[in-house]
């Protein structure tokens, strides 16, 4: 049973979070309730680093792009130092939001209620009609924590964030021969998904569901007849010839504590990338010299999934909406000198994880739908989804505040 940290105020989650049975689903008011989700947002989103975007969506100074969070709008920006910063965008005068377009080019943020003006790194430039004395200093746009790891943002709205050291390492050794900071956005597809974001958590955890509901990723990523033995030899060589290749094979597996996952592992024998039929769709991306790196794949709770081929990457960004409701945003990033049309086709390039995706959010919809019932009382876990459990164990220890009483060292 979990200690309840004394700042989880709401004694029913409280509650709710001692009785749960390990091993078992989680009780409905985690998947339907307001007040869990607004816990989770308060105390398992904003507590933790995100992953917000590509830096690539902002290649010159003064590029930037929205994300909305929870009520919060974020900008981000990249600087005339060619730094990406994540500000809020909220003018620092009455409120206003200052940048109403999604994505844009802007030499100075000016808000449109006012007029004060911001740099690009957020400092008051401006405040025309106020007094000579105000101190400009004082005025300049809120910054949110900001780290940019291989191209892809992460942050932290906290105000002590957890080490991101490990992490950010971990990520840079895996997709430095990527080189994804340079790499093309392919396509980007945002879904609106009926479902509780943990129950998408749960879903990419566990591949119980795969056989049935995943029938083109399995006849790619999991054994179709070959023995376990011939499964075990060709993993072993895959991993000697990436060895030598200088890949990076830093295995990180799951915990209660440590909310994050990376490893790289082989598709089946024959089969070099996540496509339908198994063969790139895409010139090699940054430095990679052969077709099989294996799949990258990189996961962090509460929102960020990412897994590469030698020849394209995708990620996806999860932000909840409501209980019921949670938007994904996936792009994929290709080689940046490659030509759409010629080196490759953006529907060849996406239709792996395009269906993939699909098929999972079908998946969870139809199980929000059924734990809506007021008949749904938790179900045990099969063996194979020991994933989904790691994931919840991970989610009611931040949840009752277990993380922060632990020093980030030991995460
Ligand atoms: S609210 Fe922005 S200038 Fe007044
Ligand atoms: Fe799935």
């Known amino acids: 049973m979990l200690a309840i940290h004394p700042s989880s105020a709401n004694p029913r989650i409280a509650d709710l979070?001692?009785?749960?049975?390990?091993?078992?689903?989680?009780?409905?008011?985690?998947?339907?309730?307001?007040?869990?989700?607004?816990?989770?947002?308060?105390?398992?989103?904003?507590?933790?680093?995100?992953?917000?975007?590509?830096?690539?969506?902002?290649?010159?100074?003064?590029?930037?792009?929205?994300?909305?969070?929870?009520?919060?709008?974020?900008?981000?920006i990249r600087g005339d130092d060619g730094e990406v910063r994540g500000l809020f965008n909220m003018c620092r005068h009455r409120g206003s939001h200052i940048c109403l377009e999604l994505a844009g080019q802007t030499r100075k943020l000016v808000c449109p209620y006012h007029q004060w003006v911001y740099e690009k790194d957020g400092s008051l430039a401006a405040a025309p009609g106020m007094p000579p004395d105000l101190d400009r200093g004082e005025f300049g746009l809120f910054p949110v924590a900001t780290r940019v790891v291989a191209g892809m943002i992460f942050i932290c709205f906290a105000k002590e964030p957890p080490d991101f050291t490990g992490i950010g390492e971990a990520i840079h050794g895996h997709l430095k021969p990527y080189e994804l900071g340079r790499a093309k956005i392919c396509h980007t597809r945002t879904y609106q998904v009926r479902a509780n974001w943990k129950l998408m958590e749960e879903n990419f955890r566990e591949?119980?569901?795969?056989?049935?509901?995943?029938?083109?990723?399995?006849?790619?990523?999991?054994p179709q007849g070959e023995s376990p033995e011939e499964i075990a030899a060709y993993r072993v060589a895959q991993h000697?010839?990436?060895?030598?290749?200088?890949l990076s094979l830093l295995d990180i597996?799951?915990?209660?504590?440590?909310?994050?996952?990376?490893?790289?592992?082989?598709?089946?024998?024959?089969?070099?990338?996540?496509?339908?039929?198994?063969?790139?769709?895409?010139p090699l991306l940054g430095r990679l010299s052969e077709p099989d790196a294996g799949i990258l794949a990189i996961v962090m709770f509460p929102?960020?999934?990412?897994?590469?081929?030698a020849d394209y990457a995708c990620s996806m960004r999860r932000t909840p909406l409501s209980p019921t409701l949670?938007?994904?945003?996936?792009?994929?990033?290709?080689?940046?000198?490659?030509?759409?049309?010629?080196?490759?086709?953006?529907?060849?390039?996406?239709?792996?994880?395009?269906?993939?995706?699909?098929?999972?959010?079908?998946?969870?919809?139809?199980?929000?739908?059924?734990?809506?019932?007021?008949?749904y009382v938790p179900g045990p876990y099969a063996?194979?989804?020991?994933?989904?459990?790691?994931?919840?164990?991970?989610?009611?220890?931040?949840?009752?505040?277990?993380?922060?009483?632990e020093p980030a060292s030991a995460r």
Request: net charge negative; proline share 6%; with cysteine.
């Open 207 to 222: 591949c119980y569901h795969c056989p049935v509901g995943h029938p083109e990723y399995c006849r790619v990523a999991m």
């Open 253 to 282: 597996g799951f915990t209660a504590e440590n909310g994050f996952h990376c490893a790289r592992y082989p598709m089946r024998p024959g089969f070099v990338t996540e496509s339908l039929d198994g063969q790139p769709v895409a």
């Open 326 to 375: 949670c938007e994904v945003e996936a792009t994929w990033l290709v080689h940046p000198d490659a030509v759409e049309g010629q080196d490759y086709d953006v529907e060849r390039v996406t239709a792996f994880w395009r269906i993939t995706g699909e098929q999972d959010w079908t998946l969870c919809e139809n199980n929000q739908a059924g734990v809506n019932s007021s008949r």
């Open 303 to 309: 929102n960020f999934w990412f897994e590469a081929s």
């Open 383 to 405: 063996p194979a989804e020991r994933g989904p459990e790691t994931f919840v164990r991970w989610y009611l220890r931040a949840l009752a505040g277990e993380h922060e009483r």
């Open 17 to 76: 979070i001692a009785r749960r049975r390990p091993g078992w689903s989680l009780e409905q008011p985690f998947y339907t309730d307001g007040d869990v989700f607004a816990a989770d947002l308060e105390r398992v989103f904003r507590r933790n680093w995100l992953f917000a975007g590509h830096a690539n969506r902002i290649p010159q100074a003064g590029d930037y792009f929205l994300h909305d969070f929870a009520g919060d709008s974020l900008i981000f």
């Open 240 to 246: 000697e010839r990436w060895a030598r290749s200088g």
